[in-house]
């Protein structure tokens, strides 16, 4: 069974910094990229934020690159989205993403709202 458990949702002053976490499953981390969306409204297309292939190679969008830092740690199958100098703008729900050719799966989602 896929398992993509995230951290909870966290409140956050604008200019702070906050730690997403994933947790996969064992079989799915070892074999899939996994990624950081993040989805402003329901229903929308949710956004490449950033992903990390088995390799360590990172890619990032251009409003992460600079200030979020995505991470995994292959000896517990975590995920991580370090997230630095956060604006109200980056307030989304953000969502674990794990993906090899056409299988994709996804975590619950975490709220992250940052106050201005």
């Known amino acids: 069974q896929v398992q993509l458990v995230e951290s909870g949702a966290t409140v956050v002053q604008s200019g702070g910094s906050l730690r997403l976490s994933c947790k996969a499953s064992?079989?799915?981390?070892?074999?899939?990229?996994m990624a950081w969306y993040r989805q402003a409204v329901p229903g929308k297309e949710p956004k490449l934020v950033a992903r990390i292939f088995s390799d360590g190679r990172t890619i990032y969008t251009n409003y992460a690159k600079g200030r979020f830092t995505i991470s995994r740690d292959n000896a517990t199958n975590t995920m991580y989205l370090q997230m630095n100098s956060l604006e109200p703008e980056d307030t989304d729900v953000y969502y674990c993403?794990?993906?090899?050719?056409?299988?994709?799966?996804w975590g619950q989602g975490t709220q992250v709202t940052v106050s201005s």
């Open positions: 064992p079989d799915i981390f070892s074999t899939h990229s």
């Open positions: 993403n794990a993906a090899r050719y056409q299988y994709v799966y």
